[in-house]
């Protein structure tokens, strides 16, 4: 069992950038891919950003690809996710997800999903 918590949403104007953290307990990390979606209001859910076990291979949704950076740090067992040049349609909130398949853009692909952060961003 793993324990999702995601931390560093807020409130930004457009241009800004925010760092997101995601902290994993319970589970041998090393062994998940991780992801982020996000969800905006009204909105389904939607792939964001993911990363290999070895933190190798990443990727990225289009609408994101060259603002946002994923990273991740086995021995700390956290994910982050560096966005920069934020915009008003990123405004939503973002979900940490792990799955031991992937890293893949299918939610279905993910097991553990923590409560999400909320990033709001004003034009």
């Known amino acids: 069992q793993v324990q999702l918590v995601e931390s560093g949403g807020g409130l930004v104007q457009a241009g800004d950038s925010l760092r997101l953290s995601c902290a994993a307990s319970?589970?041998?990390?090393?062994?998940?891919?991780m992801a982020w979606f996000r969800q905006a209001p009204g909105k389904d859910r939607e792939f964001v950003s993911s990363i290999s076990l070895s933190g190798l291979r990443t990727y990225y949704a289009d609408s994101v690809k060259g603002r946002f950076t994923i990273s991740k740090e086995n021995a700390k067992k956290m994910v982050y996710l560096q966005m920069n040049n934020l915009k008003p349609e990123d405004t939503a909130v973002y979900f940490c997800?792990?799955?031991?398949?992937?890293?893949?853009?299918?939610?279905?692909?993910?097991?553990?999903w923590g409560q999400g952060t909320q990033v709001t961003v004003s034009s």
């Open positions: 997800a792990a799955g031991i398949y992937g890293p893949t853009m299918f939610e279905n692909n993910y097991k553990y």
């Open positions: 319970g589970g041998t990390f090393s062994n998940y891919a």
